[in-house]
């Protein structure tokens, strides 16, 4: 007998009519039971509860604020027994990218439905006000200035130099900022910086691979310091990103860590998954093999027990775009 699937819908609005047939098709499943998103976190509890002695799979059907949701609710929950899948509505969904997801609606529903699990990590983020989990991204600083410029006609426009282009277009208002950043409870020196990522996942801002060398599965978190620069230096910054070699500029401040905490002056002011926070963040942890999810057919499956050493081994991508 198959495992009984909830798809948790929240489809853009401007979507609505490409997105309505399909819906239907889903309501039309015996073993599908298609709950609108309203009150996120009660709905998914309710169903967690209910199937607390049975396996079940959920499918966050949204974009990257939906998918982060259900998925914190499942980890909050301890539901062993539950599998998060992701079914793409969003604009960016960067999570469901990182996971090997098609994009294609359907073909996404039939991986949903019948897909290999893995293991993935979790980040939990710290402020003033508490915790919170995050699964693909954390970024702060002038990210949405660069990330926003960049739309489908302009890289339609541009091509592969887009990136260069919008990089130079962002130059003029950017905000630098002071930061003190501990990895590991190591301290760094002391730098001004412009852009800050910590990741799970390696992109941000639909497909753009911020950092590359990331995977959902090493038991690690990414960081990757954007530092201050001329006009000259930061346009190389782009081109660089352009030829895949971003993290060898000399502007790049990255690596790999379990914890790392940090202090912006000005306060920086972060995203994650996609949804603004209002309070600085000032710690980041990596929670190993937080949850299981659904994974696509290029990515490697891990068992959700397994040691962080044969993770990081057999497992090592987790992210396609």
Request: aromatic share 6%; proline share 5%.
């Amino acid at each position: 007998m198959s495992q009984p699937i909830h798809v948790f819908w929240n489809g853009d609005a401007s979507r609505a009519s490409a997105l309505q047939q399909f819906r239907q098709t889903l309501d039309r499943q015996r073993d599908v039971t298609v709950h609108d998103a309203g009150d996120l976190g009660t709905e998914v509890h309710s169903v967690l509860r209910s199937h607390a002695d049975s396996d079940v799979r959920l499918v966050a059907a949204g974009g990257d604020g939906t998918v982060s949701a259900v998925a914190a609710a499942i980890v909050e929950q301890q539901a062993a027994r539950a599998t998060l899948a992701v079914l793409p509505l969003g604009t960016g969904n960067d999570l469901a990218r990182s996971l090997g997801m098609p994009l294609d609606l359907e073909e996404a529903f039939e991986v949903c439905r019948s897909g290999d699990t893995a293991a993935i990590d979790a980040i939990e983020a710290t402020s003033a006000e508490g915790q919170r989990l995050v699964f693909n991204m954390a970024t702060a600083g002038n990210t949405g200035r660069f990330v926003d410029s960049i739309d489908e006609d302009f890289k339609k426009q541009w091509g592969v130099f887009s990136y260069v282009r919008a990089g130079v277009m962002a130059l003029a208002d950017l905000t630098p900022y002071e930061l003190q950043v501990e990895v590991d409870g190591r301290p760094l020196p002391r730098c001004e910086a412009i852009n800050v990522f910590i990741a799970n996942g390696r992109s941000s801002g639909g497909g753009v691979q911020v950092a590359p060398q990331a995977s959902l599965s090493d038991g690690l978190l990414d960081y990757v310091i954007v530092l201050n620069g001329s006009i000259g230096r930061l346009t190389s910054l782009a081109a660089d990103y352009v030829m895949d070699r971003l993290l060898e500029n000399d502007l790049i401040v990255h690596g790999q860590a379990r914890s790392i905490t940090l202090k912006g002056s000005p306060p920086l002011k972060f995203s994650t998954d996609g949804e603004s926070v209002s309070t600085p963040l000032s710690r980041f942890s990596v929670r190993p093999r937080a949850l299981s999810a659904v994974v696509g057919p290029l990515v490697t499956a891990t068992p959700i027990g397994a040691p962080v050493s044969e993770v990081a081994e057999e497992f090592p991508l987790m992210a396609w775009s």
